[in-house]
Nanobody
Framework: VQLQASGGGLVQAGGSLRLSCAGS????????MAWFRQAPGKEREFVAS???????AYADSVKGRFTISRDNAENTMYLQMNSLKPEDTAVYYC?????????????????WGQGTQVTVSS
């Protein structure tokens, strides 16, 4: 299984970016996919997740600004990020898990993408 994240970049505060995560290597039925992020010197943190059936969860820090979605037919997940803030600066990772363990814990995830840098300037 491989996950390929893309779409990061440099943007001014208040701007928008759209991240994509393409999966390959197996069918992603019954899998939960998520975005995490990690800023320098900080732990990896949950951003948002979307289940195969469409169940969605967000971290409080991104609610109302970020929108997660997925295209099951294409094994692809997206993260639309609006009203970006400097504190959103981090490497963003996509991940997939096939277990029923906590969606908020990065240790629950079986597969990870390589990460894409998002930098928001003030």
């Amino acid at each position: 299984v491989q996950l390929q994240a893309s779409g990061g970049g440099l943007v001014q505060a208040g701007g928008s970016l759209r991240l994509s995560c393409a999966g390959s290597g197996r069918t992603f039925s019954s899998v939960l996919m998520a975005w995490f992020r990690q800023a320098p010197g900080k732990e990896r943190e949950f951003v948002a997740s979307v289940g195969w059936g469409g169940g969605i969860a967000y971290a409080d820090s991104v609610k109302g600004r970020f929108t997660i979605s997925r295209d099951n037919a294409e094994n692809t997940m997206y993260l639309q990020m609006n009203s970006l803030k400097p504190e959103d600066t981090a490497v963003y990772y996509c991940a997939a898990k096939f277990t029923s363990s906590s969606k908020y814990n990065p240790r629950s995830y079986n597969y990870w993408g390589q990460g894409t840098q998002v930098t928001v300037s003030s």
